[in-house]
């Protein structure tokens, strides 16, 4: 399969802009004519092999950073935006989305924003909300929703607060485990922690300066409950600067991304990056090796995989997402191409649905979307015990894949034949953008397809897709 073009005319300006070069100069620099980067720069021309050593040799530019991932993010939530029945006309060639994307993504960000507005107060209409009636019942994104867009276009990566909190497992963790760093760091701080028998997993005190966790809960999460603790209390600073600079529109938003980021400092320290990344090479990405050796969850872990997006030292692009028995996506993040459906539930062909009927195994898959990208994806059923007799378990399924061309580097992809074009199982995005004509689990009829119904014929479904 030939590889991709690469366009990057945005980055370009960048890095010209960056350090003060005419046009003019900025080709000499990189051995190209003035009309040739004037075509790279506005996307009409992909970025040459020649131009991409240059950059790294004149510019020190980690050429990964040229395919961050964010053209496709946005070209596939255009895609999904614009299959809403509001649109009546054609979709879009998809040369005009990445084109958008890629010299404009701010105004795609802005339509995306305006076509969530749309769906909200339509929503609001169709329910007969309330609030519709009240002044402040502007259409804007629910607090969940723009905390998820902030990660989804961070690349799930937050530099500097993944950096503070190696810096905390070094520091603090040299002589102890970093759980004992974590007490120990509370208790300078005048924080007592205690273990209770409750069913709330954490609860602080701000007054008496008391924390208490739940006994019942497993080591992995008493020790990320405290590590998220310490963030909140000792990396405050850190993380309001960040939220600063996030600009969320609503007080809600800014106290979920708050605990978000408390999150990722948490398991940021608990698997330190450099540490971290050396042993997933090491193991190749061996979960359950990693989980021990770093005292963390299987979940955590792939979380902490899909995160290692540091420029200079990347880690293998991978996407995670999780799941509830009833499809819904609960987490979601990816750093491949594959992007996630922003409403409604995953393709029912992927794994990470069949996990729940083998529970306490590894489901390995290979799949291909509809754009010809192949990969390994990896599922499990992740359940979480309520701790005591009837509580509540709640179930989960999480995946974990990457490309295929990243397969040499995964012990789960050995012994499966990658070179074969008929094993690799079709899977989509959701169904109503999925341009597969043929597909037995398809629950809704593409929208950018005209269908035919014959009434005399009924195959898998209804309807046959043009």
Avoid at 291 to 305: D, N, P, W
Avoid at 452 to 466: E, G, I, K, Q
Wanted: proline share 5%; aromatic share 8%; charged share 25%.
């Amino acid at each position: 399969m030939a590889a991709p073009k690469l366009y990057a005319g945005a980055k370009l300006r960048e890095v010209r802009t960056r350090v003060g070069l005419t046009q003019k100069d900025f080709a000499a620099k990189l051995g190209v004519s003035l009309p040739y980067l004037n075509q790279m720069e506005n996307n009409n021309r992909p970025v040459s092999t020649t131009v991409v050593l240059s950059l790294a040799q004149e510019f020190g530019l980690d050429v990964t950073e040229l395919n961050s991932g964010d053209g496709e993010r946005i070209v596939s939530d255009m895609r999904e935006a614009l299959a809403d029945p509001v649109f009546s006309s054609d979709m879009p060639p998809m040369a005009d989305l990445r084109l958008a994307a890629s010299n404009a993504p701010a105004l795609a960000h802005a339509f995306l924003e305006l076509h969530r507005a749309y769906r909200q107060t339509h929503e609001r209409l169709a329910s007969l909300d309330e609030a519709l009636g009240r002044e402040d019942a502007r259409a804007r994104p629910s607090p969940w929703e723009e905390v998820r867009d902030f990660f989804h276009y961070c690349d799930n990566y937050i530099d500097a607060v993944d950096r503070a909190a190696e810096h905390f497992a070094s520091t603090h963790g040299h002589h102890h485990s970093v759980r004992a760093a974590a007490v120990a760091t509370l208790a300078d701080g005048g924080v007592d922690v205690s273990f209770e028998d409750t069913d709330t997993l954490r609860r602080y005190d701000a007054e008496s300066q008391n924390l208490v966790l739940s006994y019942r809960a497993s080591q992995e999460s008493q020790t990320f409950q405290l590590l998220l603790q310490v963030a909140l209390l000792r990396q405050d600073k850190l993380l309001e600067a960040t939220l600063d600079f996030a600009r969320f529109q609503t007080d809600e938003a800014r106290a979920i991304a708050k605990i978000g980021l408390a999150n990722y400092f948490a398991g940021a320290a608990l698997m330190p990056y450099g540490q971290f990344l050396h042993a997933a090479q090491e193991t190749r990405h061996d979960l359950e090796q990693l989980a021990t050796r770093f005292g963390a969850s299987i979940e955590q872990v792939c979380h902490r995989l899909s995160t290692l997006q540091r420029p200079g030292a990347k880690g293998v692009p991978f996407f995670f997402v999780r799941v509830d028995q009833a499809g819904t996506i609960t987490k979601r993040h990816s750093a491949t191409r594959l992007q996630f459906a922003r409403f409604g539930g995953a393709c029912p062909l992927w794994n990470v649905h069949r996990a729940f009927e083998q529970p306490g195994q590894f489901l390995r898959q290979l799949a291909e979307t509809p754009d010809g990208v192949r990969y390994v994806s990896l599922a499990r059923d992740v359940s979480k015990s309520g701790g005591r007799f009837g509580a509540p378990v709640r179930r989960y399924a999480i995946a974990l894949g990457c490309e295929v061309t990243h397969a040499g580097q995964l012990v789960y992809a050995d012994g499966l034949d990658i070179a074969r074009a008929e094993v690799f199982e079709p899977i989509g995005i959701s169904c109503r953008i999925c341009e597969r004509k043929m597909c037995h689990q398809r629950s809704v009829p593409p929208l950018e397809r005209r269908l035919s119904v014959d009434p005399d014929t009924r195959d898998v479904l209804p309807y046959a897709v043009n």
